[in-house]
């Protein structure tokens, strides 16, 4: 079974100040998909940034960046810069590769990201 | 890019209607859909796995007979939730499976929001 964990039901950050979203995860996959998704007030799910079980460098995308650190099966999602468009709902997911997880996509709590002028 | 359409946007039916939901995917065909489920400020809960030409695979503890999903298509998935009540009120989305070389993406739908009076 896969499991993902959001502890921080909501985040502040200063405009253009940095902030670190943070994401751990549990599965017996040996092979596995991280995602992180933003969700703002009109629902739509948009994808931010991927990063694979055995990718070796942490991923990056314009101002988001994912600490990946395997050991500690931690995913945290680092948003740079932060704009007021970036306040939203932010989800961490996993896709597991194999078995009945394959494909599936298990999402955390999610945390609420507001940003302040 | 690959784009899921949903249709309706939104939706208010009285309680014991049935109501059909729409997923499309309009650039890319897609022969794995996927259905979720969120309540305000809660994380996406999937609700079935929709494969073209087959029965969908229901996550445990989602009524079958009750959310009603065919896949017809390579481009159409349905959900229809059938003698609808109140506690159905909820927001819907879909998303469908691309794969991109080693990775395998999914895009969501921008979601249907259903009320049942």
């Known amino acids: 079974a896969q499991k993902i964990t959001q502890t921080q039901p909501g985040m502040f950050v200063q405009e253009k100040e940095a902030v670190t979203l943070d994401c751990t995860y549990d599965t017996s996959d040996p092979s596995y998909g991280l995602f992180w998704y933003k969700q703002p007030s009109s629902g739509e799910m948009i994808f931010l940034i991927y990063?694979?079980?055995?990718?070796?460098q942490n991923a990056t995308e314009g101002r988001y960046s994912l600490n990946f650190q395997k050991a500690r099966k931690s995913a945290n999602l680092v948003i740079s810069a932060s704009q007021l468009g970036d306040s939203a709902m932010y989800f961490c997911?996993?896709?597991?590769?194999?078995?009945?997880?394959?494909?599936?996509?298990?999402f955390g709590q999610g945390t609420i990201l507001t940003v302040h002028p | 890019g690959a784009v899921v359409s949903q249709h309706p946007s939104r939706v208010i039916c009285k309680s014991g209607t049935s109501v059909k939901i729409e997923c499309r995917s309009l650039?890319?065909?897609?022969?794995?859909m996927f259905w979720y489920r969120q309540f305000p400020k809660q994380s996406l809960m999937l609700m079935a796995t929709?494969?073209?030409?087959?029965?969908?695979?229901?996550e445990q503890g989602v009524e079958k007979d009750k959310f009603l999903i065919n896949h017809a298509s390579l481009t159409l998935s349905t959900l229809t939730v059938t003698s609808a009540h109140p506690e159905d009120s909820s927001f819907y989305i879909c998303?469908?499976?691309?794969?991109?070389?080693?990775?395998?993406?999914?895009?969501f739908g921008p979601g249907t929001r259903l009320t049942v009076l």
């Open positions: 650039d890319f065909q897609a022969t794995t």
């Open positions: 997911a996993m896709r597991g590769a194999g078995g009945t997880s394959y494909g599936k996509l298990t």
């Open positions: 990063q694979g079980s055995y990718d070796q």
């Open positions: 929709s494969n073209e030409g087959s029965k969908a695979t229901y």
């Open positions: 998303s469908a499976r691309i794969f991109r070389g080693v990775i395998n993406e999914q895009f």
